[in-house]
């Protein structure tokens, strides 16, 4: 991650914000969302039930049911399905199967990090129109790329809701989501970050490529390109079949360590904002990685192609880790090896250190301070 790739025209950087995404506009909606929602917290008394306040900012939300903890979620998948109908388009191969992993990876990825079970994911699948079910062979992997993510997690698929709106979705177009429901049960699993101090340990968890982050970037990036969706990013390897990669599923992970009894004090699936997702705990704690993941090839010809230095590329993509775990130091190495054995690579990446807030990534000289993540 040193200089920009030397494109064939001398294009000019790439940033996230020209794609279209500004968090900074973004972001201050999502704040202000999450204050007035914490007014409406008192309407749980009426159940018998209170909420976590602290899960307020937090990737899922967490109530107080008495013996165990709901969490819940609600996640859209984006972008991606623009480019697996374009690739069906080039190529004629459905990759609608990967696509709902994708979708159920954004909610049951959010919500394990506050420590929470799966049980139940619903379907929320807009069409522009009645004709897109016409397609019987891309609604078929559809539906069992659906109920495959949902057994590899050992959810329930509940059911769901299949909108025809046209006019409010485009023509041919797709937008898919998923809510999951969980339960933290014994209370002990819950993480969101009580226990999270210095001298804890910094699990990275690989990735499989750019899951479902980033994608208004890389459809950007391919109409830069000569030959768009099929440049070969590594040898055999197109661009767009590399995008397509199905996001990993972390809940196996979670629950492997709660089985082996490996506490988590906190965790962070990266999606949005990159690395930068390591400093979402309010703690004023500091954060040193001193072990990079690999960076799968998409991603390094995406940052290179886009022109992006280490620093842009780090807080804008997962750059190879999908996932954070932060343990006791002493369970470091059992967390990773307790990964590894459920087919995710790990490295025991980094530590948690007294503050200032910052993260410190080492190996390439990057520093992000604690201004550069604001979701709460």
Known sequence: MTEPLSSAAAHAPLSYEQAGVRYDLIDPLKVAAQRAAAATATQLS????????????????????????????????????????????????????????????????DLVTVG??????????????????????????????????????????????????????????????????????????????????????????????IHANGLSLARRLAERLPQGYLTEVAPGLLYGEALLAPTLLYAPVTEALAAAGVPVHYAANTTGHGWRKLLRHPKPLGYRVHTLPPVPPVLEFIARAAGHH????????????????????????RCAAVARATGVAAWVAGRVEPGPKRLVIEPLDVVYEADALALR
């Not at 590899?152 to 909108?163: I, K, L, Q």
């Not at 041919?172 to 002990?188: E, F, M, N, Q």
Request: proline share 3%.
């Open 116 to 209: 929470a079970t799966p049980l139940v994911v619903q379907a929320y699948w807009a069409a522009g129109g009645s004709d897109w079910f016409a397609d019987a062979e891309r609604a078929h992997e559809l539906v069992r790329g659906w109920q495959a993510a949902c057994e590899r997690c050992s959810v329930a698929w509940g059911g769901g809701e299949t909108p025809a709106l046209a006019g409010i979705v485009e023509a041919g177009r797709i937008d898919l989501a998923a809510a999951c429901t969980g339960i933290v049960r014994p209370k002990s699993r819950l993480s969101l970050g009580d226990a999270l101090g210095p001298g804890d340990a910094i699990v990275l968890l690989a990735s499989s490529g």
């Open 310 to 333: 280490a620093a842009e590329a780090y807080g804008t993509l997962n750059m190879g880790a999908g996932f954070a775990l932060f343990v006791p130091g002493h369970e470091a190495e």
């Open 46 to 109: 009426a159940h018998g039930m209170t909420e976590v306040s602290a899960s307020r900012g937090e990737s899922a939300y967490v109530v107080d049911a008495g013996p165990f903890y709901l969490a819940s979620i609600v996640e859209c998948l984006g972008s991606k399905a623009l480019v697996a109908d374009e690739m069906r388009r080039l190529t004629g191969r459905s990759h609608y199967a990967a696509i709902a992993q994708d979708t159920i990876a954004m909610a049951v990825n």
